[in-house]
């Protein structure tokens, strides 16, 4: 990824396409990101200000050319809406600057990039034209393979309504009134929140208004594939229309590394390609300064169904110390492609991913973020095969079917549609994890007298008595959170689940009571002698799937805590909800992940070891990695197929393993960063 914000095309042009690729070759790698603009623009245009040291050249038509004489593809990047120079806009389109202020003030200016300050482009007024022209002379005039856009964000993170004198023209056509003025010093009234809202969901609109007819056009002249910046996997406000219309996008680099895989199910489950960062950006573009992590963070990316992309790529021209690591994992990944191209994760168990849009759902829903990471962070450490899915799957019964198990944690503003998507999928015979206030909310966030999917569930909720209410108001601290409050296991309780004669610790809870027909698996006790408040977990059969519902957000805890006990449960769930069927089991230590990819005829088990310094860091460098001897593994073989050949796809040599009653058995010697299982299948039909 050549960036056109830095060396070496800001301060100085720089740029050399031979040794750009070369340097690319030399890592493996085989597309290439470069810029049509930045601060300027590097290529001939009349559109935007060139670079002042462009001349003649002509950037993307040189990178074009040498790229594909070397068979590498081409990528070209737009920004749409992305912030310019404010002293060039000034100087040469003061007509296009976002204004958030009503009252004419200087637009805003941001040092991100450093150098000048940069500001924002109004994508109402007539940077719209002009930005339109942009792309068909990029996308119509240059034989790139694909395209990349930046932006379609009105205002580009300096205000949510912009002013602009086009702004407030075209407010007042559509609405016929004046653009709402911000409330300062007190509160909105209903009449001021409802036009300021309005006024906010008009420019969030301004990104699809303009992404629509330009895919269009692209789409009717070439088949090549459009792709999006959507940056965080927690942020899902983009405009549906754009979401919809790429074929793929980027999010920036992850928190850690379950934040990584976080995100990539939730274009795989759409059918999108994702890209992710290896690496990130830093304020020292000609040093490379990561190591270890660029092939921990670039197999993650692969092994979960994504692509990897690498930021500050010129800096391996100034600095090409960590370049063995990185050509070490492209090296793999294209041993991978050359072993099963069509290989990709295994639909097994999927999370469902509550984002920025969906409703806060009062107190209920205040942890929504860590109970989403803490319930995946189980399941990804206990290897439970799983990926996340964003809620608009629910609409999609045909996507839902997919997977075995749905796991929803805390997802308390579910609409009545979802509601019954989720029931449907347990009566034919899905397994459903789901925690505390699931369903308890529509999707305004609109408190519902009961849970929608209460009779799913198997409980029913109910208000505490004057006696329970003051014991649970004497057990309650901060107000809000439990204290010296626990789960613990019914006598019957499924061993695998819990070990009988311990208390797990308690978060925020739902007093629910089961069904007439259901029992508790465990309960939510208080206190020295333990006494019951109310049902803690709830296991029943509905129609031909399972339910496991479970009163209390443990899923937060493990988020903080990383209590083992906690992931015993969550992921003894999800088995027990798949009726003890899992795609694979593997005795490792919590830090190794994996993740089963397959095609047909073909089975590739990733294992990546994430153990040791740095584990619980964000965005941390690993400077070592503790190699993992003896891991044991049992894969479950289809049973029209048997096994060929299992092999390392590290170093190609096979591995010994034996076929039991319950698959294949096998142990990999050694887990140093990453490892691959390849299980060649032969069908057995006739």
Same mark, same amino acid.
């Given at each position: ?13 720089? #740029? ?17 990101? /470069? ?52 002293? +060039? ?121 303009? #992404?629509?007819?330009?895919? %269009?056009? =692209? ?18 406000? $983009? ?12 999010? %920036? ?10 995100? =990539? ?18 304020? $020292?573009?000609?040093?490379?300064? #990561? ?17 990897? =992309? /690498? ?77 996340? =899915? ?49 369903? +308890? ?17 198997? /409980? ?31 006598? %019957?309780?499924?061993?695998? +689940? ?60 493990? $988020? ?9 449960? #969550? ?64 894969? %479950? ?28 058995? +096998? ?20």
């Amino acid at each position: 990824m050549y960036d056109a914000y830095f060396p070496p095309f800001w301060p100085a042009l720089e #740029f050399d396409a031979d040794r750009a690729v070369q340097s690319a070759k030399r890592l493996r790698a085989n597309t290439f990101r /470069i810029g049509s603009l930045g601060k300027y623009a590097y290529y001939p245009t009349k559109q935007w200000v060139t670079h002042p040291q462009l001349g003649k050249r002509d950037v993307l038509k040189e990178m074009i050319s040498v790229a594909h004489a070397a068979g590498m593809r081409v990528i070209v990047y737009i920004p749409v809406g992305h912030a310019l120079p404010s002293n +060039l806009l000034k100087k040469h389109h003061p007509e296009w600057m976002y204004q958030p202020n009503p009252d004419d003030k200087e637009p805003p200016a941001s040092r991100v990039f450093a150098g000048d300050p940069i500001s924002a482009a109004c994508l109402n007024g007539p940077y719209a034209k002009t930005i339109t022209r942009i792309v068909r002379e990029v996308v119509g005039g240059y034989d790139l393979d694909a395209v990349y856009f930046d932006g379609f964000v009105q205002g580009w993170g300096f205000g949510t309504i912009c002013y602009c004198p086009c702004c407030r023209m075209k407010h007042a056509a559509r609405f016929g009134e004046p653009l709402p003025r911000p409330v300062q010093g007190r509160e909105a009234n209903a009449q001021e929140s409802k036009a300021l809202a309005r006024a906010r969901d008009w420019n969030r609109a301004m990104g699809g208004e303009l #992404f629509v007819p330009l895919a %269009e056009w =692209i789409r009717a002249r070439k088949q090549i594939p459009i792709l999006f910046n959507r940056n965080s996997p927690d942020d899902d406000r $983009w405009d549906r229309r754009i979401l919809d219309g790429v074929d793929g996008f980027l999010y %920036e680099a992850g928190e850690d590394f379950l934040h990584r895989i976080q995100g =990539i199910g939730l274009g795989v489950a759409r059918g999108q390609m994702v890209w992710q960062y290896v690496g990130r950006w830093d304020n $020292w573009p000609r040093l490379s300064t #990561f190591k270890r992590e660029l092939l921990l963070e670039a197999m993650a990316t692969r092994m979960s169904g994504g692509a990897n =992309i /690498i930021p500050g790529g010129p800096r391996y021209l100034w600095d090409a110390r960590d370049a063995p690591t990185l050509e070490r994992a492209f090296r793999h990944q294209r041993r991978l492609e050359q072993i099963a191209p069509r290989a990709a994760p295994v639909k097994f168990c999927a999370v469902l991913h509550s984002g920025q849009s969906v409703p806060v759902a009062e107190s209920e829903g205040a942890h929504r973020s860590w109970d989403l990471r803490g319930a995946f962070a189980a399941l990804q450490f206990g290897r439970v095969q799983c990926t996340t =899915i964003p809620q608009e799957v629910l609409l999609n019964r045909d996507l839902v079917k997919e997977y075995q198990v749905l796991v929803l944690p805390n997802v308390a503003a579910l609409s009545h549609a979802a509601c019954q998507t989720i029931e449907e999928f347990v009566r034919a015979g899905g397994g459903l994890v789901a925690t505390y206030a699931t369903s +308890l909310f529509d999707e305004n966030g609109n408190r519902r007298k009961h849970p929608g999917l209460e009779k799913v569930f198997g /409980i029913s909720v109910r208000a505490p008595d004057s006696k329970l209410a003051a014991r649970i108001a004497q057990h309650t601290r901060w107000g809000k959170d439990p204290f010296d409050v626990y789960l613990q296991p019914a006598p %019957e309780a499924p061993a695998h +689940l819990m070990d009988r004669q311990r208390l797990l610790p308690a978060a925020r809870y739902l007093l629910v009571t089961p069904a007439k027909t259901e029992k508790a698996a465990a309960h939510l006790v208080t206190g020295t002698q333990l006494a019951r408040v109310g049902a803690g977990l709830v296991l029943k059969d509905f129609g031909k799937g399972r339910v496991a519902y479970l009163a209390s957000e443990l899923e937060y805890l493990y $988020w903080q805590m990383r209590c083992p006990e906690i992931r015993k449960l #969550f992921c003894g769930l999800a088995r027990w909800a798949a009726a003890g069927r899992l795609p694979y089991e593997i005795a490792a230590p919590e830090g190794v992940l994996a993740n089963l990819n397959a095609q047909p005829g073909i089975l590739v088990l990733h294992l990546l070891n994430v153990c040791g310094g740095g584990h619980e860091l964000p965005k941390a460098n690993r400077e070592s990695v503790c190699p993992i001897p003896d891991i044991h593994v049992r894969l %479950e073989i289809p049973a029209d197929e048997q096994v060929q050949s299992v092999t390392s796809m590290t170093d190609g040599k096979p591995l010994k393993f034996r076929i039991t009653a319950r698959g294949l058995t +096998l142990i990999v010697p050694v887990l140093t960063e990453y490892e691959a299982v390849v299980v060649k299948l032969r069908s057995t039909k006739r």
